[in-house]
């Protein structure tokens, strides 16, 4: 079975959205698989991988994808660092 990205002006294609199954002894083909004759959902389906890992950008969009994965690990700490602040006060007064 071979793997590969169909030729499309679709950025968000992933590199394994077509494929193409050989016979072992004789090489005839089994079967073709082109993304851009499936069905709707089969095309959806097919750019999730590239949104999921966010490899249809370059790097800026992979820091972009880092920065957004990385946001409720920050929002986690800055709550648990203003909820003890607070509980601080209260011990105070």
Do not use: Y
């Not at 079967?31 to 991988?49: A, P, S, V």
């Not at 972009?64 to 709550?79: D, F, K, R, Y």
């Amino acid at each position: 079975m071979l793997l590969g990205r169909a030729p499309s002006w679709n950025p968000l294609r992933s590199p394994w959205g077509s494929t193409v199954t050989l016979d072992a002894r004789t090489g005839a083909v089994i079967e073709l698989t082109d993304i851009r004759q499936g069905t709707l959902w089969r095309q959806f389906e097919d750019m999730m991988g590239p949104l999921h890992f966010g490899s249809f950008g370059g790097l800026p969009v992979k820091l972009l994808w880092c920065l957004g994965g990385l946001t409720p690990a920050i929002l986690a700490i800055s709550g648990s660092v203003i909820w003890w602040q607070r509980s601080r006060g209260r011990k105070k007064r």
